[in-house]
Nanobody, 125 residues
């Protein structure tokens, strides 16, 4: 499975941005998918996750109410709609996928088997 994240860029505080993640390869092995981010000098942190059916989602408190995760299994795609962006949202954003069933512990990066290369989001004040 290969994941390719895109959509990052430079925006101003308060703006919106939509990230995409395209999956290819043995995509039938993908179940829960998620977004993580890593700011300069900080550890990677969980942002959001979505179950295979899309019925279950999970968000970090810092983005709840501002970010929306979604997926289109027919297109093998994952999305992250980000609104009301803040300078502290500046980071490299990574998409990830689990190769096993189950939505529990979706906020732990160690539970994910496949990772994209990351896309940089910079929010200026």
């Amino acid at each position: 499975v290969q994941l390719q994240a895109s959509g990052g860029g430079l925006v101003q505080a308060g703006d919106s941005l939509r990230l995409s993640c395209a999956a290819s390869g043995r995509t039938f092995n993908i179940y829960t998918m998620g977004w993580f981010r890593q700011a300069p000098g900080k550890e990677r942190e969980f942002v959001a996750a979505i179950s295979w059916s899309g019925a279950s989602t999970n968000y970090a408190d810092s983005v709840k109410g501002r970010f929306t995760i979604s997926r289109d299994n027919a297109k093998n795609a994952l999305y992250l709609q980000m609104s009301s962006l803040k300078p502290e949202d500046t980071a490299v954003y990574y998409c990830a996928a689990k190769g096993s069933k189950g939505f529990s512990s979706s906020s732990y990066d160690s539970n994910y088997d496949y990772w994209g290369q990351g896309t940089l989001v910079t929010v200026s004040s």
